[in-house]
C-alpha cells in the first residue's frame, strides 16, 4: 500500500534537510560477529571441517536427547529429522532434513544459528560440519567418511533440491 | 491553574466510618473486570518454556482490534527479555554504507500509525487434513488485528544505500535461535514497516519488543520479532523456516516457496463452536480479511449455503486490516448451518473446503482460507462441521 500522501509531502519538505536517525557505520568485527547467514552456494560458511563419524560423538552428547539417538525425533514434541525420501507426493508425506530440505547448507545454517535448542550458538565450526555429517549421513546421502568443509558442504546433493516452485497462488478460483 | 472541583475533593474526602460505597481505588496500570474471562489457549509444543502458540478468542472479541493482551502468538524460539536501551539493529550486506541504529535513533524517523491484521501462515492447519477444531479460538486464532506504530523501512534505509544488486533482504530476530527469513525487496520498497508501538503502548515483548519488521498481509513469520539484523543479498537465505517450514506441498509433491500473502478469508465468530443460542433473534457476525487490499464484500449463508445474503460490513473497512461484519437472523429452532465467504477487491471468492482441497490436496497445510460451516443443532449447540 502507498505510504499516505501527507507522508509523502512531508518526506518531499524536507528532503535537503539532515536525515533523520543517521546510525553509526557498522565495523567489519561486528558485522562478522553477528551475520550467521549460510546461502544456498555456501557464501558465508566458516572455515572448518568434520565427518560424520566424528559428528556422531557430538549428536550423541547434544542432539540425542530430543532427537532420539538415530534422528527419530521424539513424538509430539522434536522433529524427525531422517526418513520419508520418495513420500512427498503419497497420501502420508513425511518431510525431513532428507526427504524435504532443498539445501544441505539449510542445515548447517539451522544448526549454527539455532541449535541445540536449550544454548543455541555453543557449537564450535568443526562441531557444526560433523554434526551436519551425521544428519545427513542417517538420511544416506553422505559416506561415514565424507569430510564436509566450506567447499564440499554445498555439493551434498538433496533429494529434493529441485521439488520447490513459486508462489502459484491463487490455485482455487471459486466462482458461484 | 484551580479549578472548584477541588472544593468538591475536599467534601469527598470527609466519608463516614464504616463500609465505604465509594468503590475501589484508580490503577496506574488497568485492567479489564474480574468478571471478564476470555484468554488465549496456549499450546507449547516443547518442553522449553514459551515455545509454541496461543490463539486469540475470537467469539467473544468486539470490533476489529484485538486487545494487546490477547493478540496470537507463535514463539520458535521462546520470547527473550530485551532492554531498549541496549537493542541495537544492524543493515548490512550489499549496501552502500553499513549501519548500526539504535532505537532512540529508529525512533527519530518520522512516525506514522496503521492498522493491519497479522495472521500465521499456519492458522487453520488442521482443518484442511481433517483435525478440526471444536471452537473458532482453535481453528481460527492465530489471527489478530493491530493498530501498529513506527516507520517506513525504506526511510530508515536512505541513508544506507541499497545496491542494486539486491533482490532480497534476510531478517533476523534477536530470540534465542535467531530466526530469519528471506523478504523479497519488492515488499521492502513498497509497504514495509518496523515497528514498536501496539494500539497505542510498546510492543509487547510477546509481539517483538522493542522492534518487529511488519509486513502488510503478509504471513506472521516473516514479519520478525525483535528484529537486529536486516542483510541485504542478491539471494535469498533459503532459512530453515522458509523451506522446511512455511511452505505449501502440493499432490504433486512439489511445494510452493514464499507463498507470502493471506489470501481472503472470512469466518463467523458468534454463534460459532461450543456456544449455544436460543431460538429468535440472532446476530451473526464474524471477521474478514484479505492480504490482497480491501474485503469489499461477505455473503452469509444460513441453509448450509443453498442461499446466501449479504452481510453488512462495518465503516470504514481499511485495507489489510480485519473486517467485523454482522447479519441479522432469526432462528427459528430448527438445524442449520451457517457459513459466511468473502470477495476482495482483487475479485478473489473464499473458496469452499472441498474446492480448496481439489485445488491444493490435503497436505500442503499452510495458508488455508476455505469457508467455515458450523452446525446449529435443534437444542441451539454450535459445532463444527
Not at chain 1, 38 to 65: H, I, M, N, Q, W
Not at chain 2, 247 to 260: E, H, R, V
Not at chain 2, 305 to 320: E, I, K, M, T, Y
Request: aromatic share 8%; proline share 6%.
Amino acid at each position: 500500500m502507498a505510504v499516505s500522501l501527507m507522508f509523502k509531502l512531508v518526506v518531499l519538505g524536507l528532503i535537503g534537510a539532515a536525515l533523520w536517525g543517521q546510525g553509526r557505520p557498522a565495523t567489519a568485527e561486528e558485522i562478522r560477529r553477528l551475520d550467521l547467514t549460510v546461502f544456498s552456494d555456501g557464501r558465508g560458511l566458516p572455515a572448518g571441517k568434520g565427518t560424520a563419524a566424528r559428528g556422531a560423538a557430538v549428536y550423541k552428547e547434544k542432539c540425542a536427547v530430543c532427537h532420539n539417538d538415530k534422528g527419530q525425533g521424539r513424538e509430539g514434541q522434536w522433529p524427525t529429522l531422517v526418513g520419508g525420501i520418495g513420500s512427498l507426493a503419497t497420501r502420508k508425506p513425511v518431510k525431513t532434513v532428507g526427504s524435504y530440505w532443498p539445501y544441505a547448507t539449510t542445515v548447517f545454517d539451522y544448526i549454527s544459528r539455532s541449535m541445540p535448542f536449550d544454548h543455541p550458538r555453543s557449537l564450535v565450526a568443526d562441531d557444526v560440519y560433523a554434526v551436519t555429517a551425521f544428519v545427513l549421513y542417517l538420511n544416506g546421502l553422505v559416506e561415514q567418511g565424507r569430510e564436509l568443509n566450506e567447499k564440499t558442504l554445498p555439493q551434498v546433493k538433496m533429494p529434493n533440491r529441485n521439488g520447490f516452485v513459486p508462489d502459484r497462488r491463487p490455485v482455487v478460483k471459486a466462482e458461484r | 491553574m484551580t479549578f472548584g472541583a477541588g472544593v468538591l475533593t475536599t467534601v469527598s474526602c470527609k466519608q463516614p466510618l464504616g463500609k465505604s460505597e465509594s468503590g475501589a481505588h484508580m490503577r496506574a496500570y488497568g485492567e479489564r473486570s474480574p468478571f471478564e474471562g476470555p484468554v488465549r489457549v496456549i499450546r507449547e509444543l516443547t518442553a522449553s518454556p514459551g515455545t509454541g502458540s496461543s490463539r486469540t478468542p475470537h467469539a467473544e472479541m468486539y470490533g476489529t482490534i484485538t486487545p494487546s493482551a490477547l493478540h496470537f502468538e507463535r514463539h520458535h524460539s521462546g520470547v527473550p527479555s530485551i532492554d531498549p536501551a541496549a537493542h541495537q539493529l544492524l543493515i548490512h550486506g550489499l549496501v552502500d554504507k553499513p549501519l548500526v541504529f539504535t532505537m532512540t535513533e529508529i525512533k527519530r524517523f518520522p512516525s506514522f500509525s496503521r492498522t493491519y491484521f497479522l495472521e500465521c501462515g499456519g492458522n487453520s492447519i488442521g482443518e484442511q487434513s481433517g483435525n478440526t477444531q471444536p471452537d473458532v479460538q482453535r481453528s481460527h486464532g492465530l489471527l489478530s488485528c493491530t493498530e501498529w506504530t513506527g516507520v517506513s523501512l525504506k526511510e530508515v534505509l536512505r541513508g544506507v544505500g541499497v545496491k542494486a544488486e539486491a533482490k532480497w533482504m534476510i531478517a533476523e530476530g534477536a530470540d534465542a535461535g535467531r530466526m530469519a527469513r528471506s523478504i523479497p525487496m519488492e515488499k521492502v520498497l513498497d509497504d514495509a514497516l518496523l515497528v514498536y508501538g501496539q494500539n497505542g503502548e510498546a510492543l509487547r515483548p510477546e509481539q517483538g519488543y522493542p522492534l518487529r519488521l511488519l509486513l502488510p498481509g503478509w504471513e506472521g513469520n516473516a514479519n520478525v520479532k525483535w528484529v537486529h539484523r536486516l542483510q541485504f543479498a542478491d539471494a535469498p537465505a533459503f532459512s530453515a523456516k522458509e523451506t522446511a517450514y512455511y511452505t505449501d506441498l502440493g499432490k504433486d509433491g512439489k511445494a510452493q516457496i514464499f507463498t507470502f500473502v493471506m489470501e481472503g478469508r472470512s469466518v463467523i465468530t458468534r454463534p460459532s463452536g461450543l456456544q449455544k443460542i436460543v431460538p429468535g433473534f440472532q446476530e451473526i457476525t464474524g471477521l474478514a480479511w484479505t492480504g490482497k487490499g480491501r474485503i469489499t464484500r461477505v455473503e452469509v449463508s444460513t441453509d448450509g449455503g443453498a442461499s446466501w445474503g449479504d452481510a453488512v460490513l462495518q465503516n470504514p473497512v481499511l485495507p489489510l486490516a480485519v473486517a467485523r461484519f454482522r447479519f441479522p437472523w432469526t432462528w427459528d429452532g430448527k438445524e442449520a448451518v451457517i457459513q459466511s465467504r468473502c470477495t476482495d477487491e482483487t475479485g478473489f471468492l473464499q473458496p469452499t473446503h472441498d474446492e480448496l482441497i481439489d485445488a491444493r490436496g490435503s497436505n500442503s497445510g499452510y495458508h488455508y482460507n476455505a469457508i467455515k460451516p458450523w452446525r446449529v443443532s435443534a437444542d441451539g449447540s454450535v459445532t463444527h462441521v
